[in-house]
């Protein structure tokens, strides 16, 4: 089993930078393509960016697209999405999965975080 456990969320201010942390334990994910969703309220969970075990292949979603980085650490265990430029659209609870398929497109996660807030003032 694997356990994911996200941090780094907060509130910031339209325009700012925030980087989200995803620590997993249980096994090695560095097999596994991994993933960030978001979930605005009163709406459906959403997509958000994966990246493959390798880490050389990397998917966004067209709203975030040039603003957010995904990437992963596989010695640390930890995948990673540096959000900068962002905007209060942004705002949601962001949650981390794994896939153990590895590809990263598409993507099944299998294991979830609980999720960290993000707020993004106006």
């Known amino acids: 089993q694997v356990q994911l456990v996200e941090s780094g969320g907060g509130l910031v201010q339209a325009g700012g930078s925030l980087r989200l942390s995803c620590a997993a334990s249980?096994?090695?994910?560095?097999?596994?393509?991994m993933g960030w969703f978001r979930q605005a309220p009163g709406k459906e969970r959403a997509f958000v960016a994966t990246i493959n075990w390798s880490g050389g292949g990397t998917y966004y979603a067209d709203s975030v697209k040039g603003r957010f980085t995904i990437s992963r650490d596989n010695a640390k265990n930890t995948v990673y999405l540096q959000m900068n430029s962002l905007k209060p659209e942004d705002t949601a609870v962001y949650y981390c999965?794994?896939?153990?398929?590895?590809?990263?497109?598409?993507?099944?996660?299998?294991?979830w975080g609980q999720g960290t807030q993000v707020t993004v003032s106006s």
């Open positions: 249980g096994r090695t994910i560095s097999n596994y393509a």
């Open positions: 999965a794994a896939d153990p398929t590895g590809w990263g497109k598409p993507f099944d996660g299998d294991y």
